[in-house]
């Protein structure tokens, strides 16, 4: 299994980016998949997942209303888009695949077994 991020980087109060997760060594499609993240000196934070057909999402309420998760199955890709971008925002961002198949709700702790490195967003001006 292999998830490699990529999107980040410095970005602006205000501004927006979107996070990549490229996905391999596994049926993808079979998998909900996260986004976390950890700002420095903090515990990791799920902040988004989304089931394997995509038919239901989750957002923190850290990133609720300025942000939407999305795959394709079909590429194997896994994306964040983040809009008004705050400096609290700043953390290392990484993507995980869910421990369980086919999981069809997203209530209660996420549960993976595969993450990858992490992309460093930085928001600041």
């Known amino acids: 299994v292999q998830l490699v991020e990529s999107g980040g980087g410095l970005v602006e109060p205000g501004g927006s980016l979107r996070l990549s997760c490229a996905a391999s060594g596994f049926p993808y499609d079979d998998y909900a998949m996260y986004w976390f993240r950890q700002a420095p000196g903090k515990a990791p934070e799920w902040i988004s997942g989304?089931?394997?057909?995509?038919?239901?999402?989750y957002y923190a309420e850290s990133i609720k209303g300025r942000s939407t998760i999305s795959r394709d199955n079909v590429k194997n890709t896994l994306s964040l888009r983040m809009d008004n971008l705050k400096p609290d925002d700043t953390a290392v961002y990484f993507c995980?695949?869910?421990?369980?198949?086919?999981?069809?709700?997203?209530?209660?702790?996420?549960?993976?077994?595969?993450r990858g490195q992490g992309t460093q967003v930085t928001v600041s001006s």
């Open positions: 989304i089931t394997y057909h995509s038919v239901t999402k």
């Open positions: 995980a695949k869910d421990l369980k198949i086919w999981r069809t709700d997203l209530k209660g702790k996420a549960e993976y077994d595969y």
